[in-house]
């Protein structure tokens, strides 16, 4: 029998910490902060790492952000449980710095695995950095809102909502970039 979605998932953590991705993330973060949702989504976001709530709660996008965007999925009608929503790095960089570019590629190879599990119609990747790991060398500032295919995989570049929290422009353009999220799905359809 294949073995469930969830099962290859939480083993995809596992080595994670089997292996010591990021010795040094892991020391200073309090926990592993691996992904949450559906492992059958039609959607993963994709955030940067996580945050002081995060580290603590264990969940990624628990914080102001993270409402946001439980706003931004209301709006379209999708709750946190039927999507999937993870980070590319995740431990919490100290001090919620960026975290670095050995740090993204150490653990990039487990999202393309997380990615590889699912196998959602749509990747919305939230900020430069997730965007960066996926399709790099594209500015998120001219390609956001725009579904870009990679590697067999339809990306959709959506600013950060941390970002957007308190920056109007930016906030009403992740908005309405975020609203043509149903469209795009149903084009893939
Ligand atoms: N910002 C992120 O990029 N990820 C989180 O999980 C929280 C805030």
């Given amino acids: 029998m294949p073995r469930s979605k969830q099962v290859r998932l939480d083993d995809i953590k596992k080595q994670i910490l089997d292996k010591k991705v990021c010795p040094e993330l892991a020391k200073s973060a ?13 959607i993963v976001f994709v955030g940067e790492a ?6 603590i709660q264990g969940e990624p996008f628990v914080g102001a952000a993270g409402k946001f965007l439980d706003q931004m999925l209301e709006m379209i009608r999708l709750n946190r449980e039927e999507v999937y929503i993870t980070n ?3 431990y919490r960089p100290p001090n919620n710095r960026d975290p670095l570019p050995e740090e993204k590629d150490a653990f990039l190879p487990y999202l ?7 196998q959602p ?4 990747t939230l900020g430069r950095h997730s965007m960066n790991c996926l399709l790099p060398d594209l500015q998120i500032s001219k390609v956001h809102g725009q579904p870009k295919r990679y590697k067999g995989q339809v990306i959709l570049p959506l600013f950060h909502p941390a970002a957007a929290l308190y920056n ?8 309405d970039d975020f609203a043509l999220i149903p469209s795009i799905i149903k084009k893939i359809n």
Avoid: Y
Avoid at 30 to 42: I, R, Y
Avoid at 50 to 55: A, F, L, V, Y
Avoid at 121 to 124: D, E, I, P, R, S
């Fill in 30 to 42: 309090t926990q592993l902060v691996f992904g949450t949702g559906s492992s059958d989504a039609d």
């Fill in 50 to 55: 996580p945050g002081k709530n995060e580290d």
């Fill in 88 to 90: 590319i790095v995740k």
């Fill in 112 to 118: 393309q695995a997380q990615l590889e599990v699912i």
């Fill in 121 to 124: 119609k749509l990747v919305a």
């Fill in 168 to 175: 109007g422009a930016m906030r009403q353009t992740l908005i």
